[in-house]
T-cell receptor, first 114, second 112 residues
Framework: AQKVTQAQTEISVVEKEDVTLDCVYE???????LFWYKQPPSGELVFLIR??????QNEISGRYSWNFQKSTSSFNFTITASQVVDSAVYFCALSETNDYKLSFGAGTTVTVRA | NAGVTQTPKFQVLKTGQSMTLQCAQD?????MSWYRQDPGMGLRLIHY???????DQGEVPNGYNVSRSTTEDFPLRLLSAAPSQTSVYFCASRGQWGREAFFGQGTRLTVV
């Protein structure tokens, strides 16, 4: 059975600090996809990134970066120079081979203080 | 394109009442699903469908019913609302298994 663990429940930082969100997953499949979603205070779910299990390259998009390590079954997310607008709940999710279901972690609430 | 349209946005029900949450997508996605979001538990799958006429149970299906008569629509029915069903509900659609899911705006449901 697939499982996603986000051990950090809440993180509070001051603006311009970096923040790293941990995501650890479990799966028996060799082919799978990992995702990150952002849920701002307005409540909608915003897709941030997907990564397939064969692509371990780190990715950077502006102030966001992702570190995928199959050896530790982790897909961590870093926000560099955080801003108040980054305050949100962030979810990590997993989808296994030919399975349309997404398994979500419990989410990490990030609060960025001015 | 509207994407995934979910209604209503807010709803208050009395215990024992029934209601239907509507979900429609215009992306011709075969896969649609319903999740509920509760504090500290992430999103949990209620029911899903891989195409018109095909539905299946997810992780927390009790107390909910679904049907899929068209590709576009996937309503969620609460048969007899209970306070334990107080939650935020999200409908999602997905075109391919490796692609991201698109979510509706969410419905905040309170059962009193």
């Amino acid at each position: 059975a697939q499982k996603v663990t986000q051990a950090q429940t809440e993180i509070s930082v001051v603006e311009k600090e970096d923040v790293t969100l941990d995501c650890v997953y479990e799966t028996r499949d060799t082919t799978y996809y990992l995702f990150w979603y952002k849920q701002p205070p307005s409540g909608e779910l915003v897709f941030l990134i997907r990564r397939n299990s064969f692509d371990e390259q780190n990715e950077i998009s502006g102030r966001y970066s992702w570190n995928f390590q199959k050896s530790t079954s982790s897909f961590n997310f870093t926000i560099t120079a955080s801003q108040v607008v980054d305050s949100a709940v962030y979810f990590c999710a997993l989808s296994e081979t030919n399975d349309y279901k997404l398994s979500f972690g419990a989410g990490t609430t990030v609060t960025v203080r001015a | 394109n509207a994407g995934v349209t979910q209604t209503p946005k807010f709803q208050v029900l009395k215990t024992g009442q029934s209601m239907t949450l509507q979900c429609a997508q215009d992306m011709n996605h075969e896969y649609m699903s319903w999740y509920r979001q509760d504090p500290g538990m992430g999103l949990r799958l209620i029911h899903y469908s891989v195409g018109a006429g095909i539905t299946d149970q997810g992780e927390v299906p009790n107390g909910y019913n679904v049907s899929r008569s068209t590709t576009e629509d996937f309503p969620l029915r609460l048969l007899s609302a209970a306070p334990s069903q107080t939650s935020v509900y999200f409908c999602a659609s997905r075109g391919q298994w490796g692609r991201e899911a698109f979510f509706g705006q969410g419905t905040r449901l309170t059962v009193v």
